[in-house]
């Protein structure tokens, strides 16, 4: 859920910023600034998150980690789409809304399916990104009913020993499902990287 929220989101607001005119060249400079906010350390938000999922009744819950995992991932996946965006032909959409096409629509039917390599090469990093967040998923959740696998895989380290050989079997379950899914889009991630190596 936090890789389709996170990429759909990144790819329209990545557009946005490619397609059209802002005033004081804040089309340049707003994607960095929604990129600086991943330089700030997660632990410095923590506790006002956690006091305000309390209030919500998001602490222990999957939609609480869904929605924080996408607010940290949606500034990456704008950054990283804007490269992708950057390479279609701006001439393709001036004919595609010719042609009668509205933004949204030229979006959708002709520049989507061009970026597709760069939307799951950046499918393929939010996956990865939010399957391995350990700090999150520690302080927002309680029990099983939300425990993510690298908590599970935690947990194996006790007060008086590791139990190692449950923590290895864990890790090569927790490497199956996203080795298996870039095994399945590795042509496609290696044509986004390609795509989306040089800008205009």
Not at 4 to 9: F, G, M, Y
Not at 114 to 127: D, E, H, K, M, Q
Not at 133 to 152: D, H, Q, R, S
Request: cysteine-free.
């Amino acid at each position: 859920m936090t890789t389709v929220i996170a990429t759909s989101i990144g790819a329209m607001a990545a557009y946005a910023f490619v397609a059209f005119d802002y005033p004081y060249n804040l089309d340049f400079h707003l994607p960095f600034y929604i990129l600086s906010t991943r330089f700030m350390p997660p632990i410095v938000t923590i506790i006002p998150l956690f006091v305000i999922f309390r209030n919500f009744q998001l602490v222990n819950t999957l939609p609480g980690l869904i929605l924080v995992y996408s607010m940290f991932n949606i500034p990456f996946a704008v950054w990283m789409m804007k490269g992708f965006f950057e390479e279609v032909p701006t001439s393709l959409v001036e004919s595609a809304m010719m042609d009668g096409h509205s933004h949204v629509g030229a979006f959708f039917k002709i520049v989507l399916p061009l970026v597709t390599p760069g939307l799951i090469a950046s499918a393929i990093f939010t996956t990865i990104i939010t399957w391995n967040e350990l700090l999150f998923a520690v302080i927002l959740t309680l029990n099983a009913n939300a425990m993510t696998v690298p908590v599970g895989l935690a947990s194996f380290v006790t007060k008086f020993n590791i139990q190692w050989i449950n923590m290895a079997v864990g890790a090569t379950i927790a490497l199956a499902p996203v080795l298996v899914f870039a095994f399945i889009a590795r042509q496609q991630l290696v044509r986004g990287f390609s795509m989306g190596a040089v800008g205009k």
